[in-house]
């Protein structure tokens, strides 16, 4: 069983590990350092350290996990990545089928494949769908997203890059927002951020402010923990009904 930092889920599962660069989001992946560090450690599972990599063994992962979890599918991969054959991804998609206690959250930045995937299959009710949305250049991936048929469909703003000026936020139930970490990190202005909630509001949407990242709401560089989460004064964390 996986527990996991990361806010706004309860676990993460795992069965492809590795990825490609896609877009200006990808430039200080997390996962890939992560993955180096636990190859460095001696991990047989990141062995191929950030190469794709498919996992037979751990598809049957979340058939054992009791109770009832939000589950973010992939967070050291991308499932739709363009080397992923979409009857791996019927395997994931039947252990997902067999466990309709816990949510899986699947969250890519490829939303053509994704779409193409879901074209010619159902998609699970217990499934909620996201693309990531960093910088205005990948704002179309939310065209691919918004009329699939998915409990929950949801947009990641991390690393938030640049003002995503106006977002056409229908069928879009959650948006989450986060700056960067690491000694890489780029910073994310406070005025991004607010321009991003209030569209969220009225749309009707839940928003989720993750995190400051390095930088912090005053332009200040800093450890994360430091600069926290607090938006305006406030921690600002919903979830989607």
Known sequence: MRTTKIEWTDKTWNPITGCTKKSPGCAHCYAEV???????????????????????????????WSGTHNIFVCSMSDIFHEEVPFDF????????????????QILTKRAERMASYFATRAIPKNVWLGVTVECQSSRQRINYLRDLDATVKFLSCEPL?????????????????????????????EEWVINIKHQVEESGAAFFFKQWGTWGSDGVKRSKHKNGKLLEG???QQMPD
């Open 34 to 64: 992560m993955a180096k560090r636990l190859q460095a450690m001696g991990q047989p599972k990141y062995r191929n350290a950030f190469t794709l990599t498919l996992h037979e063994g751990s598809l049957d992962e979340p058939l054992s």
């Open 89 to 104: 991804v019927d395997r994931i998609i039947s252990t997902i089928d067999k466990t309709p206690q816990h949510r899986y």
């Open 161 to 189: 890059l640049e003002d995503l000026d106006e977002i056409n936020l229908a069928g879009i139930d959650w948006v989450i927002v986060g700056g960067e970490s690491g000694n890489q990190a780029r910073p994310m202005k």
């Open 234 to 236: 406030v921690v600002v």
